[in-house]
């Protein structure tokens, strides 16, 4: 009797040719690029290094595209805006020591916002591991140590039998709900000596799925059910999930509203006659979701930028839908969920009963006229302008990737996404420097549409080597660069606290002049001509810049106990 786990596959006579008579002149590094390839992957992100010059030699010998950037850090932003659009672990090409080490505060960006970055780093020579001072170039005691409080899983390769099953089960782990970056290091001789192991032809790393246990969404669902005010917060996880469909399905049916926090932008529809937008950091939402006696979260932890600052204090029963165990309860008591936000949706839409409640748009409407009212009163108008023309001059299909400054804080409440992962932003983990090259990573993976990028001048200046990158590869991006002199917000945030800033202004470059030496057209614009320049440099293909001089405010906030 034949058991399916008795069924072995059975080479084909050409693959065993193939198996017995591997091609010359291969290394471990081959072997890299072939599991990536066997894999599914098309793209790699990276920056060469002495010790992983194993892997970069190999990439002659494969079809993979290699998206060289000029600092490890950016090139971490750009595989994260590629592993964020595409849903596929984007491999991340890193050196020992240095340049591993440079990218940390990318990966720190990809396990907060749960994007699947499959970093592999070369390491020292094999006869240095084991925390033993030998004076190798880039040595570290333990570089693994340094990646363990960021990344999902560390996987450390010492033959190169091993780099197959190590890569498969990183590739496995970044891609199994919650995503994430995951590590993988190979030492350097292990690379650069040739291999007569075959060529890499199969693999199959299908990542876990996390369905949610069934008896917890029947409570959920009966709490939902017979909720008379029911609302939703949505979060990140619900893009990641691909979930936004459904999400919508579940709100319909229970009237409930729904809010997006700044990772769940475009989650659910804008102008849909349920949607409270994205207004989390306003007392008038906080109010209106404390009042509700049954608040569903979706793929949110409600962390600091989801909760009003930690101001939101339900006083209904929360339900709480989330991928990472360590989120599940971490700042409210809730029924919690472990579970993959696409299935656990789908398991409360085949379980709630239909509620009919007429009166919920019209409570809806009146949350955002206050909203309005309350920014209404701060003149702000300048500001309420400028993004609008960034919306207006955006096609509605493209991405955005926006770095940690002014216009971005507004673009977390008051931007339109105009559908899910559409907007990405730095609010995982804060870091300067994300939307440019991040943006670049969103071009590479999907040329087909323009780009947006927005920084600051002071977050521009992390990332402007990488101007070089967006010409060598002629990638369609336009970055919008808002010049105020200095760390906006931090000068903001200084002189509401102590009275003055301190070391928040900046002598910074002609930004245009500075574009057009890498060969991308630049144009200084103004608020006024803002929306024609930047549709005209997104309606052109290859790169731009367009420099607004422009010192924004940000609307006061309610977390502080003000109105």
Known sequence: MTH????????????????????????????????????????????????????????????LRYIGLRVENNAGFAADAYGRITGEAAPLLLSTGPGALTSLAALQEAAAASAPVLAISSQIPSAGLGGGRHGYLHELPDQSASFRGVVKSVHTV??????????????????????????????????????????????????????????????????????????????????????????????????APVVTTPGGKGAFPWEHPLSLQSWIEDRHTTDFLEDADVVLVVGSGLGELSSNYHTFKPRGRVVQIEADLGKLESNHPALGIHADARLALQALLETVSAREDAKVPERVREV????????????????????????????????????????????????????????????GSGGLGYGFPAALGGAVADPTRPVLAVSGDGGALYSIAELATARQY???????????????ILREYMTDAFGEATATELTRPDYVALAESFGVPGVRTSPQTLEADLAKALGEPGPSVVVLPAVLRMFAPTHLGSD
């Not at 990737?401 to 730095?426: C, E, V």
């Not at 002629?474 to 906006?488: C, K, P, R, S």
């Open 4 to 63: 399916d786990h008795d069924l072995v596959l059975r080479p084909t006579e050409a693959q065993t040719s193939a198996a017995l008579n591997p091609p010359p002149g291969r290394n471990g590094g081959d072997l890299v690029v072939e599991t990536l390839a066997a894999l599914g992957t098309t793209t790699v992100f990276g920056l060469p290094g002495q010790h992983a010059l194993g892997m970069f030699d190999a990439l002659r010998r494969s079809d």
């Open 368 to 427: 955002l006229a206050k909203v309005a009212e309350r920014l209404g009163a701060q003149e702000l108008t300048l500001e309420q302008d400028v993004l609008a023309a960034v919306r207006r001059a955006l096609p509605a299909d493209s991405p955005s990737f926006w770095d940690m400054t002014i216009l971005a804080y507004w673009a977390w409440s008051a931007f339109d996404a105009k559908g899910p992962n559409h907007m990405h932003s730095a609010q």
């Open 474 to 488: 002629d990638l369609n991006v336009t970055w919008l660069i808002v010049d105020d002199g200095g760390y906006g």
């Open 158 to 255: 010492r033959t190169q039998s091993q780099i197959p099953s190590a890569i498969e089960a990183a590739w496995k782990s970044a891609l199994t709900a919650p995503h994430g970056p995951v590590w993988v290091e190979i030492p350097q001789d292990v690379l650069l000596a040739e291999t007569s192991i075959p060529v890499v032809t199969g693999g199959d790393a299908f990542p876990e799925e996390l369905p949610p246990r069934p008896e917890l969404t029947a409570v959920a669902a009966d709490l939902l059910s017979r909720a008379e005010r029911p609302a939703i917060i949505a979060g990140g996880g619900v893009v990641r999930a691909d979930a936004s469909g459904k999400l919508k399905q579940l709100a319909e049916m229970l009237r």
